[in-house]
């Protein structure tokens, strides 16, 4: 399976390069083609301007050499690390024409990506030294949620599922719409037998009668059991109760100031929303070096 998520990134960052090229460039660059001589080459350096976890390193390495294929990039901080006001993220050396082309998309992915990945190291730090495993969701930007999964990976949190495709996961309108619980395990356990499918399967409990209805139920066919907005004291009586049948998730109300006595309630997995979805994007910025 992660080989073939790693072969769809793939097809997925050429395609999002081409497209965002696209976008941008359009007919042509007509400043740079009106003042910028066509053989001309420039170096210009990637400041860090605010502290962040950086991210999408990789990436603009691959935007500069869509334009230009003699690019020279040297690269002195990779994804990942921890950088501060006025760190050299990397120098470029390529056609100028080609690198102010690409300035604006390295800059726009690379600010976005650092913001998510700071928010997850954020995160990840909090719960150091529990059991307790940080999740993203599926709470991203369409047709982006790929670059926004990369990131969170960089921060050090797990992807969750990336689609609908990849992953069984029953919440309350599910519940509520097919009949119930019971019903909805029953379905699930018959659709995958159906297809030949062997998905892991999360199904959302709302309170401790519906986490037991589950114990019940889906042994060997539910994989995890969501407690969505539990309290603590509940979390741990839910997480006590379901011992090791199931893998446990906590969800809902999660942030900087709850994660880690989330953490500490034993539950096995949190999913956290804001990782993808109320991140700030971080200063960084491309100097031409005279």
């Known amino acids: 399976m992660q080989h073939l998520i790693q072969e769809a990134t793939e097809l997925q960052i050429n395609d999002f390069i081409k497209r965002a090229f696209h976008e941008d460039v359009g007919e042509g660059d007509h400043t740079s083609l009106a003042c910028i001589p066509e053989n001309h080459r420039t170096k210009a350096r990637l400041l860090v301007k605010s502290e962040c976890v950086l991210a999408g390193i990789e990436l603009a390495q691959r ?17 990942g690390t921890a950088a501060k006001h006025g760190d050299i993220a990397f120098i470029v ?13 390295a800059l726009n992915s690379m600010q976005r990506m650092s913001g998510i990945a700071t928010l997850s190291r954020e995160f990840v730090d909090k719960i150091e030294g529990t059991s ?10 369409p047709l982006l949620r ?17 689609g609908l495709y990849d ?20 379905s699930v356990a018959e ?17 401790l009668d519906e986490v037991k209805e589950v114990m019940e139920q889906g042994r060997g066919i539910v994989t995890q059991i969501m407690l969505d907005n539990f309290s603590l004291d509940m979390t741990k009586e839910a997480v006590k109760l379901i011992g090791d049948t199931f893998s446990t998730e ?7 100031n709850t994660v880690r006595p989330i953490a500490e309630t034993g539950v096995d997995y949190i999913s956290v929303g804001a990782l993808t979805h109320s991140y700030n994007s971080k200063d960084l910025s491309l100097k031409v070096m005279k």
């Open 167 to 186: 992953w069984i996961m029953v919440k309350d309108n599910h519940v509520d719409a097919c009949g119930g619980i019971t019903q909805a395990i029953r």
């Open 250 to 256: 906590a969800s809902g109300g999660v942030n900087l």
């Open 146 to 162: 790929f670059l926004e999964k990369w990131a969170v990976r960089i921060g050090g949190a797990t992807n969750y599922r990336f």
């Open 191 to 207: 659709y995958q037998k159906k297809n030949a499918l062997q998905l892991g399967f999360t199904i959302e409990t709302r309170n």
């Open 93 to 105: 050396e390529c056609n100028s024409r080609a690198l102010l082309m690409a300035e604006r998309l």
């Open 63 to 79: 935007i500069f050499h869509h334009v230009d294929k003699t690019a020279e990039i040297e690269i002195f901080m990779q994804d």
């Open 132 to 141: 307790a495993v940080l999740l993203d969701t599926r709470k991203t930007t």
